[in-house]
């Protein structure tokens, strides 16, 4: 009995290596197959101020749009921006609707569990913009307020986390944009709006007379381009690319048009 067990043993386990010898790891093309049709599809929401948005011909522009312009270049590749729905933007990544997402996308834990980035290429807040003639002055002030905010944004994810703030609110209204929710605040639709800082600020500064922004803020995340999980040889160039535009300025000159000074990740 001893004999044929141990005989049973060797034959199961020569099964099992031979299975394993004949398996290959399975081949990832994701650039060779981008550089061969010669295009990068984009996904974004375009109305995401500086980051992408259209401008007054309607052409899509921002400072994610320069940034990706940029990579697309170097990839010799054209670049085509593809608007989607904000809440849909990781099923439309991983259906290959798009090949990457690039517009303020916040890396949080959630998220990498559906999807890879690229290293982190900027750093973001979550402000809290009031109207300029509001008595409103931090974050206690905000009791028994609404507050807006975008639908599936960092934004929702920040308020969800602070929940001292988010008992102590009236109502959170959740919009599909952020320009939706900022016009509604300057008609004191509602009293506040938490939203990423470089949109924020963008407002603000646009529109001095109408916004104001709060000492206080919802904490800092990292921007970065979302890639398919199996594509690694993409992100692997994509993160090559973004650590040269960082050393040559390049990402600073962007920047500097957008924000007026250097934002980008150090």
Do not use: H
């Not at 931090?138 to 944004?153: D, I």
């Not at 300057?186 to 963008?202: Q, T």
Request: charged share 30%.
């Amino acid at each position: 009995m001893k004999i044929k067990f141990n005989l049973l043993m060797v034959a199961i386990l020569s099964t099992a290596i031979l299975a394993g010898c004949s398996s290959k790891p399975a081949v990832d093309n994701s650039l060779a197959d981008l550089k061969e049709k010669k295009e990068l599809v984009i996904g974004l929401d375009d109305n995401f101020p500086p980051m992408g948005f259209r401008d007054d011909k309607g052409e899509i522009v921002g400072f994610d749009i320069d940034m990706a312009k940029e990579v697309g270049k170097r990839l010799g590749v054209k670049v085509t921006f593809k608007p989607v729905e904000w809440d849909g933007v990781i099923l439309s990544l991983n259906n290959k609707d798009i090949d990457v997402i690039w517009n303020g996308l916040t890396i949080t834990d959630k998220r990498k569990e559906q999807i890879a980035f690229s290293k982190v290429y900027l750093q973001n807040k979550q402000i809290i913009v009031v109207r300029s003639d509001s008595t409103i002055k931090n974050k206690s002030n905000l009791n028994g307020k609404n507050v807006g905010l975008q639908l599936g944004s960092s934004s929702e994810t920040a308020l969800a986390k602070d929940t001292a703030l988010t008992d102590s609110l009236k109502e959170v209204k959740k919009y599909s944009n952020n320009t939706e929710a900022l016009l509604d605040l300057n008609a004191k639709r509602i009293d506040a709006v938490i939203v990423d800082e470089v949109v924020g600020r963008y407002y603000v500064n646009k529109k001095p007379n109408d916004y104001k922004v709060l000492d206080e803020d919802l904490g800092v995340e990292d921007y970065g381009v979302g890639i398919r999980k199996n594509d690694t040889s993409l992100t692997t160039e994509i993160d090559k690319l973004l650590e040269e535009m960082k050393t040559d300025g390049t990402s600073n000159t962007i920047s500097q048009k957008w924000f007026g000074k250097d934002i980008t990740f150090k």
